[in-house]
């Protein structure tokens, strides 16, 4: 019985695009870190599967719209993170949105991690940390509205990363991340270096 829960728990964090574990032999260790993040922070049940979704569709439709095939996932990724972590941030504050981030992140930390593993973690939190000060604008923004629903908050979050990263299409803004990782990735280009191919 326990195993099927398990594995219920885990589809379901699939579907809403929260996680995707592609090796079988991560799948348990999923489960275990995304569990771990409703023990640490129950709170967020009523609607993280909603916000995981939701910011997964927004974000792919958005990247596909930049019609940039070869930069689709980076500038898809780049929306993602800010969108969850700006709706996180808004619902449950800034200390449970890091808490939720840092957990993801962790999902992808093996034992021993390639550069290029390293850098993806690294520009995800960058991410992460500009999705909290986003969450935090839109708190100011709504700040003396009572019990807005989440489609009225899901759409300012929207909008709000449209007019703050208006140039969202060019890709991964630059990040503060080491160069000795930023060399064996091509997710290390910057915006700058793709504009003059």
């Not at 958005?62 to 929306?79: D, L, M, V, Y």
Request: net charge positive; hydrophobic share 35%.
């Amino acid at each position: 019985m326990r195993w099927t829960f398990k594995i219920a728990f885990l589809l379901a964090l699939n579907s809403a695009n929260c996680f995707s574990s592609t090796d079988f032999n991560r799948f348990f260790e999923d489960v275990e870190n995304a569990r771990e993040i409703y023990a640490l922070y129950p709170q967020v049940s009523r609607n993280f599967m909603s916000l995981c979704r939701d910011c997964y569709r927004w974000a792919n439709l958005k990247a596909k719209a930049c019609k940039s095939p070869q930069r689709t996932g980076e500038i898809e990724n780049f929306i993602r993170h800010l969108c969850w972590q700006a709706n996180l941030t808004y619902w449950y504050g800034q200390d449970v949105a890091k808490g939720i981030g840092d957990i993801h992140e962790g999902i992808a930390i093996k034992p021993k991690m390639t550069k290029a593993e390293e850098l993806d973690g690294c520009i995800d939190q960058e991410n992460n940390i500009r999705g909290r000060k986003l969450g935090k604008s839109v708190i100011q923004g709504l700040s003396g509205l009572w019990m807005v629903p989440y489609t009225s908050v899901m759409k300012y979050v929207q909008d709000e990363i449209q007019r703050s990263f208006s140039d969202y299409c060019l890709g991964q803004p630059p990040t503060n991340c080491p160069k000795s990782l930023q060399s064996s990735s091509s997710r290390a280009k910057t915006r700058e270096s793709f504009k003059t191919h």
